[in-house]
């Protein structure tokens, strides 16, 4: 599992939420209301989409998957954006800058589960690194393709030392 430890800036993004579970998976009706909204948002900084989870501060200890989170379906701006152009069901929210671990994962969406758990159950124990309490986050982007078994994507996951 190749990993590497990075320093991430300040991300602003714009997109939108929506509470669910793994149980109660609604991440493609996330994407289905973003992505058309997505073409009309100024001043992004790249193609990427980012997918993003916010998670409560004892989710993964206690970790059931009918727990709850905040899953975001966005894209990265850039500081110089204007909060009037915004449509109503969009919001801004703000990864902090800190460390990362960063993943490539490569298959079908549906299929990442087990990549998930070797992460938490084999990557962490090992590493000499602890969770950290940011939102984790992907970025999607030019080999990023849905429901293709090539298709890649980066994963950003918060760790402390």
Same mark, same amino acid.
């Given at each position: 599992?190749?990993?590497?430890? +990075?320093?991430?800036?300040?991300? !602003?993004?714009?997109?939108?939420? $929506?509470e669910m579970s793994l149980v109660e998976n609604q991440t493609q009706t996330l994407w289905q209301k973003f !992505?058309?909204?997505?073409?009309?948002?100024?001043? &992004?900084?790249?193609?990427? $989409?980012?997918?993003?989870? %916010?998670?409560? @501060?004892?989710?993964?200890?206690?970790?059931?998957?009918?727990?709850?989170?905040?899953?975001?379906?966005? +894209?990265?701006? @850039?500081?110089?954006?204007?909060?009037?152009?915004?449509?109503?069901?969009?919001?801004?929210?703000?990864?902090?800058?800190?460390?990362?671990v960063r993943f490539l994962y490569q298959g079908l969406p549906s299929q990442a589960g087990p990549f998930y758990q070797r992460i938490f159950q084999e990557?962490?124990? &090992? @590493?000499?690194?602890? $969770?950290?309490? &940011?939102?984790?986050?992907? +970025?999607?982007?030019?080999?990023?393709?849905?429901?293709?078994?090539?298709?890649?994507?980066? !994963?950003?996951?918060? %760790?402390?030392?």
């Amino acid at each position: 599992m190749n990993s590497e430890i +990075v320093e991430i800036d300040q991300k !602003i993004i714009i997109g939108m939420k $929506l509470e669910m579970s793994l149980v109660e998976n609604q991440t493609q009706t996330l994407w289905q209301k973003f !992505i058309p909204k997505s073409k009309d948002i100024s001043n &992004r900084s790249d193609s990427n $989409l980012i997918s993003m989870a %916010v998670y409560t @501060s004892d989710y993964f200890q206690n970790f059931n998957p009918s727990n709850r989170f905040m899953k975001w379906a966005g +894209v990265e701006v @850039s500081d110089a954006f204007d909060k009037v152009t915004l449509s109503e069901d969009l919001e801004i929210m703000k990864i902090p800058s800190g460390l990362y671990v960063r993943f490539l994962y490569q298959g079908l969406p549906s299929q990442a589960g087990p990549f998930y758990q070797r992460i938490f159950q084999e990557w962490f124990p &090992r @590493s000499g690194y602890s $969770l950290d309490h &940011r939102p984790h986050f992907e +970025v999607m982007g030019d080999k990023y393709r849905n429901y293709d078994p090539s298709s890649e994507e980066m !994963i950003f996951i918060p %760790v402390m030392k």
